[in-house]
Every structure is written in C-alpha cells, then in structure tokens.
T-cell receptor, first 115, second 115 residues
Framework: AQKVTQAQTEISVVEKEDVTLDCVYE???????LFWYKQPPSGELVFLIR??????QNEISGRYSWNFQKSTSSFNFTITASQVVDSAVYFC????????????FGEGTQLTVNP | EAGVTQSPTHLIKTRGQQATLRCSPI?????VYWYQQALGLGLQFLLW???????NRGNFPPRFSGRQFPNYSSELNVNALELEDSALYLC??????????????FGEGSRLTVL
C-alpha cells in the first residue's frame, strides 16, 4: 500500500520568508514517482514537479526547490522569499509501478503568506 | 489546447437524490480519474477509467459509480445522496494510465452540496 504524509496542516508566514513543506512517503514499489501540486482557491490542481525514485538530485526552479531523500523517504518542498500569491494548499503525491498513473495524495498543507 | 473540463461547476441536491457529474479529458488522453475532496480532508481516490473500462476504484460504497464513453469523456454518478457526500469532485486525465509517473491534469472540479 502507498501512503503520503504531510504533517503540517497549516503554515503561516510573512512575505519574503522562506518556508519548507514536508512530505514523507511509504511504498513497496521499487520504481515510484513523487509529485507536488498546488491548489489555489479556484480549486484546480496545478502540477509543480515530478521526480522518479532513481533521481535523487535536488531541483531548483526559480523560488521553488525540492529535496528528495530516499534514506528518509522524504520529498520536501521549499519556497524561497515567499509571496502572497504563493498562498494555496500544496499536495504531495505518489504513484508507482503497481498503480500506474493513479496518484495517492497527502492531506495537503495550507500555506498562507501574509503581506 | 483545452484542458480538462467539468460540469456542472456547482450542484445542489437533497438527501436521497442522485447526482451526475461530467468530465471531458484533454484531447488524446484515454485515462480519466475521479477524486473526492471533502472539507478538511485530502483528495480521496474514487475511480479510474481507461479505454472505456473501470480499472480501479477507491474505498467508496457502490452508490458511487461511473462510466467512460467512447470519446473518453466520463460521468460520475452518486446515488442515494448523503450529507457527507458534500465535497469538491475533481476529475483528472492522463495520456496513458498504465504508464507509471504520468502527469495527471486536473479540472476545476464540481462542487456538490447535499442539503
């Protein structure tokens, strides 16, 4: 069975602060994929990133960065110099060789960036 | 290119009634997924359709059902509505559901309110 845990239900920061969203996963698949999605108030989930289990290289995209560590089964997401527009619910998700493209989501973290 | 479209945007029903939600995937996508997002809860997997067949279903009672049409659009039916069925229902599509790690593209959802 696959499981994704996002222990932080809500995070509130002030604009320009850095913030890290935690994600811990469980899977028995050897090959698996990790995702982060952003859900703004409109409701539509926006894809942010996908990593496969064989690529532990950290990735940076503008103010966003991701830290994938297989040893701790974690895939954390950091926003540098947060902005009000970053306010949203962020979901970590997992799929694997036994589930095809079907995603198992964490509970989500509500991020509020205050001006 | 049009994204995943869902209808209706909002739907209000009373207990015991039936609700039908519709989803049109991105052109060329053959897999459609349905997720339920109840207030305060994460995204719970409901159903996965691929090439007209139900491939997998989540832990939901049989009154949640659906189908996929030859043009790959999909319908989610909820019978004998209960108050706790009130939620945002998100539809997603992917190019190949059997392909592990495939990106899911989400619609904006249908918000069902049961009174």
């Amino acid at each position: 069975a696959q499981k994704v845990t996002q222990a932080q239900t809500e995070i509130s920061v002030v604009e320009k602060e850095d913030v890290t969203l935690d994600c811990v996963y469980e899977t028995r698949d050897t090959t698996y994929y990790l995702f982060w999605y952003k859900q703004p108030p409109s409701g539509e989930l926006v894809f942010l990133i996908r990593r496969n289990s064989f690529d532990e290289q950290n990735e940076i995209s503008g103010r966003y960065s991701w830290n994938f560590q297989k040893s701790t089964s974690s895939f954390n997401f950091t926003i540098t110099a947060s902005q009000v527009v970053d306010s949203a619910v962020y979901f970590c998700a997992l799929s694997g060789e036994t589930s095809g493209s079907r995603l198992t989501f964490g509970e989500g973290t509500q991020l509020t960036v205050n001006p | 290119e049009a994204g995943v479209t869902q209808s209706p945007t909002h739907l209000i029903k009373t207990r015991g009634q039936q609700a039908t939600l519709r989803c049109s995937p991105i052109s060329g996508h053959t897999s459609v997924y349905w997720y339920q997002q109840a207030l305060g809860l994460g995204l719970q997997f409901l159903l996965w359709y691929d090439e007209g067949e139900e491939r997998n279903r989540g832990n939901f009672p049989p009154r949640f059902s659906g189908r996929q049409f030859p043009n790959y659009s999909s319908e989610l039916n909820v019978n004998a509505l209960e108050l706790e069925d009130s939620a945002l229902y998100l539809c997603a599509s992917s190019l190949d559901g059997d392909l592990g790690g495939g990106e899911l593209f989400f619609g904006e959802g249908s918000r069902l309110t049961v009174l």
